[in-house]
């Protein structure tokens, strides 16, 4: 595990009196193995932030979804996660093909709690684990290097309502969006993306 802290960190600590407790919260909270707790929270939630930075330092976040136990930890020191049919720009796993620096942000919005692990990720087309996930393009896995929960007093409290329709299933035709049908978006796509095939259901959302 490297330093967590580096020097634009430390000089805010010390503008409001707070290395001691940063110091204090890394030695204790900080880890870069999943633990059982861990990887039951990871399994558990349906989404995360994910946060990437490009060769030029340009940041990046995006939201990341599926049904719970889409994120897997396969072991102590790695978790796996698939990349699902989007939008095509690949912002988010492109900054991973060059910098392969990732910050994971997980948030359970019904009981009050979030957990972020960063770390070192690659993308693999001939993941093993793609078997499990139906639909996805490659999967994603990240080595972590840092694994801590946060306080969650800021955290608004929102009940979860149903997950989404388009979240590949085994034995189903996912929908595509709507934006996909449009006539100003259709000479562009891909010749295998699923907005071409007709019998596919179109939903807004």
């Given amino acids: 595990m490297t330093d967590l802290y580096h020097d634009g960190n430390r000089q805010l600590q010390d503008t ?40 030029q330092g340009h940041a990046n976040c995006s939201y990341k979804g599926g049904a719970p136990g889409f994120v897997h930890v396969v072991d102590d020191n790695t978790l796996a996660f698939p990349n699902y049919d989007g939008n095509g720009m690949y912002l988010s796993t492109g900054n991973i093909a060059q910098t392969h620096e990732v910050g994971m942000l997980f948030i359970d919005f019904e009981n009050r709690w979030r957990m972020r692990v960063n770390g070192v990720a690659n993308i693999d087309f001939d993941d093993p684990l793609r078997e499990a996930y139906p639909e996805t393009q490659f999967v994603v896995r990240v080595q972590a290097r840092e694994i801590f929960a946060n306080c969650p007093r800021y955290i608004h409290q929102m009940a979860f309502v149903e997950q989404s ?41």
């Fill in 165 to 205: 329709r388009f979240v590949p299933q085994e034995d189903c035709k996912t929908p595509v969006p709507r934006w996909k049908t449009g006539d100003w978006i259709a000479d562009t796509l891909p010749t295998t993306d699923p907005a071409r095939d007709p019998s596919r259901e179109v939903l807004d959302r």
């Fill in 16 to 55: 409001f009196d707070t290395r001691r407790l940063a110091d204090r919260l890394k030695e204790t909270i900080v880890h870069d193995r999943f633990t059982e707790l861990d990887r039951e929270f990871i399994e558990r939630v349906p989404m995360f932030f994910l946060a990437t930075v490009d060769a």
